[in-house]
């Protein structure tokens, strides 16, 4: 019964939110003659594995507008007409092969074929593409489709009803899979034993899919930032760090946590643990509205400077370490993206703030009521950075490089959040993922 009324419940919010999207989208357009095309996209053959493909995921503009993860299908708009969703008709090898059902192609869509047609009665007007390319359309105008693309960007990032009820499942899914994590985390038991445990807690409770590929990395393979797991066997004194996330009806979430293996860290783990935590905490405090997502970004890069600075890896004023990119030796990477339809959901930098530095943020703009981003600071012993001659000299002076070369092989320590950006403050939807194994 209850089962039953959650669908139902669901179904109405997929049409009222659809019809929302659709009309928003429309009105921010404010198109004239143009026509949009927004194709799902088809699936991918496996190179070699003959008739095998990629399991299909729709484009995820298409999905936005549709619901929908049907192959082939293309969401058309025409400003004089309106919308029509053009579905390819269910066929009897899929049915046979597949299990798929009618309501794949449901009452209210017109068969893809048709598409065709619909489009040589409009021929000779302006055509912008979005989603996945759709096979046998007219040539689309790229600087319109680019501007067209922005404005979904900017409608997309604030997340309505529904959008927030699948994210709260899917993050629910992945703090039931960490909790199950860190009471199996013992010496002897490998980074891939991890996993199958972890992505089966998720798939118990409620997940559809893993939001993308689990990273579970021990001692010095969490020194890549994302390292596949293997049967390396965890070791008493290093660190584990997982990075991973529960995805329910393509809305994910993305956490990641670092645990010492036998449940207690040394003095140098807990030192840098307590930096990245401070790291975390302040840059969490920065996520509200009207903020720009590059000053959460600092507001972590000084606080790991300093702490850096206090461990005895860096010299000097946290200000210079951060301005120099001497911190960014041992925090190669932004604080964060925007996660929720996918892992980089709408994340963008706005037009003319793409800058050379190192390094290159995922998201610059400001947040705004309604997003959902990640807060993700960490520190990293990257063989690779300390290898680098040019690293060496530029920052001669600030890094302590013996100190950094006796580190190698100690890995890396992340911590990440989901943080909702509400009217007044923030929410963080990942409160319940456990940060410590007590």
């Not at 009324?5 to 357009?29: C, N, P, Y």
């Not at 489009?119 to 007219?138: F, N, Q, T």
């Not at 490998?190 to 998720?202: G, M, P, V």
Request: proline content about 6%; some cysteine; glycine content about 8%.
């Amino acid at each position: 019964m209850f089962v039953a009324a959650d669908e139902h419940w669901q179904a109405q919010q997929v049409q009222r939110q659809l019809a929302r999207r659709r009309s928003a989208i429309a009105e921010a357009w404010n198109l004239d003659d143009e026509l949009v095309l927004v194709g799902a996209g088809s699936p991918v053959v496996i190179p070699g594995r003959r008739d095998r493909t990629y399991r299909f995921h729709a484009h995820l503009e298409y999905l936005y507008l549709t619901d929908r993860e049907r192959p082939g299908g293309v969401l058309a708009y025409d400003p004089k007409d309106g919308w029509v969703e053009f579905v390819p008709p269910v066929t009897r090898r899929e049915l046979l092969w597949e299990g798929a059902a009618a309501a794949d192609a449901p009452a209210g869509t017109t068969p893809v074929e048709r598409l065709a047609g619909w489009l040589a009665e409009r021929k000779a007007r302006p055509v912008a593409s979005l989603g996945a390319e759709v096979a046998d359309a007219p040539q689309h105008d790229h600087a319109l489709s680019e501007q067209l693309r922005r404005e979904l960007n900017r409608l997309r990032r604030a997340k309505d009803e529904l959008e927030l009820d699948r994210m709260r499942r899917a993050e629910r899914a992945t703090a039931a899979g960490f909790a199950k994590l860190v009471a199996l985390i013992e010496p002897g038991r490998s980074e891939r034993q991890l996993q199958i445990e972890l992505e089966a807690e998720f798939f118990r409770n409620g997940a559809d899919d893993v939001a993308f590929d689990t990273i579970v990395a021990s001692g010095p393979n969490a020194a890549v930032l994302h390292f596949p797991p293997t049967h390396r066997p965890l070791q008493a004194g290093e660190l584990v760090l997982v990075d991973a996330g529960a995805e329910y009806r393509a809305y994910d979430s993305d956490v990641t946590r670092t645990y010492p293996v036998t449940g207690v860290f040394t003095a140098e783990q807990r030192a840098l643990h307590g930096v990245v935590l401070r790291a975390l905490a302040a840059a969490t405090e920065r996520c509200l509205p009207g903020v720009e997502f590059r000053d959460v970004h600092r507001t972590a890069q000084l606080v790991i400077a300093e702490g850096l600075r206090d461990f005895g890896l860096l010299r000097g004023r946290p200000e210079s370490l951060v301005e120099s990119e001497a911190v960014s030796v041992f925090f190669p990477h932004g604080v964060g993206h925007l996660v929720g339809l996918g892992i980089r959901d709408a994340s963008e930098i706005l037009p003319g703030r793409a800058r050379d530095e190192f390094p290159p943020l995922r998201l610059d703009l400001p947040l705004l009521q309604g997003y959902v981003t990640t807060i993700e600071p960490g520190i990293y012993v990257v063989p690779a950075l300390l290898h680098d001659e040019e690293l060496r000299r530029t920052h001669r002076k600030t890094v302590a490089w013996e100190k950094a070369d006796a580190m190698i092989g100690f890995g890396g320590i992340r911590l990440e959040n989901n943080i909702l950006i509400t009217a007044e403050g923030h929410e963080v939807l990942t409160a319940d993922v456990p940060l410590s194994r007590t």
